[in-house]
């Protein structure tokens, strides 16, 4: 059964540090493209996003705080979180883009979310 889980999320005090990470779970044959989304009321975003092969892509706001990373032997993508700000609480999703399993291939699947809060 193919499953994305997320653990990480939580409340941490503006500027603090939190990391999350995402696991794809299943007989996993390739994904290409791993990212982050956030959600609002009212707004969805691309956080991050790697490719396979590396390559990264940033929403402005969260350029020079966030890190994204992915370990493809573990079908896992991480997001560093650094330098917190209250406007960066949402429920954070992954997803996974052109994801092949052994049902078959996805152009897109998600996790079930994970919230961030900052707040003093």
């Known amino acids: 059964q193919l499953q994305l889980v997320e653990s990480g999320g939580g409340l941490v005090q503006p500027g603090g540090s939190l990391s999350l990470s995402c696991a794809a779970s299943?007989?996993?044959?390739?994904?290409?493209?791993m990212g982050w989304y956030r959600r609002t009321p009212g707004k969805r975003e691309l956080v991050a996003a790697i490719t396979r092969g590396g390559n990264t892509n940033y929403e402005d706001s969260v350029k020079g705080r966030f890190t994204i990373s992915r370990d493809n032997a573990k079908n896992t993508v991480y997001l560093q979180m650094n330098s917190l700000k209250p406007e960066d609480t949402a429920i954070y999703y992954c997803n996974a883009g052109d994801l092949c399993y052994s049902a078959g291939c996805v152009s897109s699947y998600w996790g079930q979310g994970t919230q961030v809060t900052v707040s003093s």
């Open positions: 299943g007989i996993i044959f390739s994904i290409n493209t």
